[in-house]
């Protein structure tokens, strides 16, 4: 009996030791990963200051920023990874609606047509996703350090309220802003007939996207004035699985 009991204890303290590796190993990846994200950021508002500072103008600004901003913004699928597998309790769906959003935005919009990219609109919704990652990634780092300064806390869970809707305003302008280039140009359309026999328009398809901020913007906002009455008020709240 003794024996058995001692083979428990010895395989149990494996166990541990093992989960406490595990976690330790998961608590460094994610504390360099928002580290990493919190200076790309910062890169990025640096830049677009000293662009501004030295032109006097915003145009060529994105341009100049593009590159950096579409690697640190598609490496955010990473993010993804992460509520997939479990590493971070969050929804996947939430996660990968905001992720892809902004990827696409960047990638598929204002990377793919150049004559917008001196809107201000695009200006907009670029200075609002730049304050709001700073945030975000500081707010992650410092409280996985167990050292969360209050004025980190409170901008995560403050400025949101106004920057988002910002944002969407940004986001949604600039799509309209590229309506009439996509309608001319005819870029990621498939006219019939053709081999695949598949028609696509992606005038009207962007059209849908921003038709698409009706039903998401809303639920995207409530959650996170949920969590912000959980962090900052302590309130209980019981959300159902997404």
Known sequence: MASSEEDGTVEEKENNNKKRTKSSLITAWLTFYNIAMTAGWLVL???????YIQKGTHKGLYRSI???LKFFQTFALVEVVHCAVGIVRTSVIVTGVQVCSRIYMVWFITSSIRQIQNEESVILFLVVWTVTEISRYSYYTFNLLHHLPYFIKWARYNLFIVLYP???????LTIYTALPFVRRSGMYSMRL????????????????VMLSYIPLFPQLYLHMLRQRRRVLHGEVIVEKDD
């Not at 910002?166 to 949604?172: R, T």
């Not at 081999?195 to 992606?202: A, G, P």
């Open 45 to 51: 508002a640096i830049t677009m200051m000293r662009f």
């Open 66 to 68: 593009a590159r950096t």
């Open 166 to 172: 910002l944002g969407v305003v940004g986001e949604l």
């Open 193 to 208: 007939p053709n081999k695949y026999n598949v028609s696509f328009d992606y005038y009207y398809f962007l059209i849908i």
